[in-house]
T-cell receptor, first 114, second 110 residues
Framework: SAVISQKPSRDICQRGTSLTIQCQVD?????MFWYRQQPGQSLTLIAT?????????ESGFVIDKFPISRPNLTFSTLTVSNMSPEDSSIYLC???????????FGPGTRLLVL | GESVGLHLPTLSVQEGDNSIINCAYS??????FIWYKQESGKGPQFIID?????DKRQGQRVTVLLNKTVKHLSLQIAATQPGDSAVYFC?????????FGTGTSLTVIP
């Protein structure tokens, strides 16, 4: 298994600003993902973070709004850009060795945009 | 793609009773399934998984049953304890991506 940490754990931000969320894994993982979870809802995949190349975004999510970096096999960042209240959500990162196989999740970042 | 749904959004059980949480999926090509537990303020925690070549798998106090004929997955928790109170998600993999159900909120009544 992998232990995943995220920073910050929560934040309150003003609209129009940007927030970068960090995800750190305690071991090398091949796959890292970023999800969004609205309160009381399920998980929606934002993108797959690819090491050394551009992330692969799901329908409805774009790089300009959610730029992602993955400089190595244990670390990734997600930036929520030009935030609006609709971006208020929980952002989760996960890691695993193979696409479609077991993923382990971080504790999440709770974002409130005013 | 895949569509995943849980039968009940909420479930209340008495402490010590058994809990059963159900999940249905749509894609017969789905071949790997995971149950996650998410406590309030935390990320999803892996509980147990099962592959499509199995129909039952047991862990500590938990059992996952897979019925590929009707595309149904269930999580059974034996002797439910207050610490089991959480939201439970099933995750279904088609090989490249996971699809998550909407979650069942389990409340254990002391």
């Amino acid at each position: 298994s992998a232990v995943i940490s995220q920073k910050p754990s929560r934040d309150i931000c003003q609209r129009g600003t940007s927030l970068t969320i960090q995800c750190q894994v305690d071991s090398q993982v091949t796959m890292m993902f970023w999800y969004r979870q609205q309160p009381g809802q399920s998980l929606t995949l934002i993108a797959t973070a690819n090491q050394g190349s551009e992330a692969t975004y799901e329908s409805g999510f774009v790089i300009d709004k959610f730029p992602i970096s993955r400089p190595n096999l244990t670390f990734s960042t997600l930036t929520v850009s030009n935030m609006s209240p609709e971006d208020s959500s929980i952002y989760l990162c996960s890691g695993g060795q193979v696409a479609g196989e077991t993923q382990y999740f971080g504790p999440g970042t709770r974002l409130l945009v005013l | 793609g895949e569509s995943v749904g849980l039968h009940l959004p909420t479930l209340s059980v008495q402490e010590g009773d058994n809990s059963i949480i159900n999940c249905a999926y749509s894609n017969s090509a789905s071949d790997y399934f995971i149950w996650y537990k998410q406590e309030s303020g935390k990320g999803p925690q892996f509980i147990i998984d099962i592959r499509s070549n199995m129909d039952k798998r047991q862990g500590q106090r938990v059992t996952v049953l897979l019925n590929k004929t009707v595309k149904h997955l269930s999580l059974q928790i034996a002797a439910t304890q207050p610490g089991d109170s959480a939201v439970y998600f099933c995750a279904v993999s088609t090989g490249n991506q996971f699809y998550f159900g909407t979650g069942t909120s389990l409340t254990v009544i002391p």
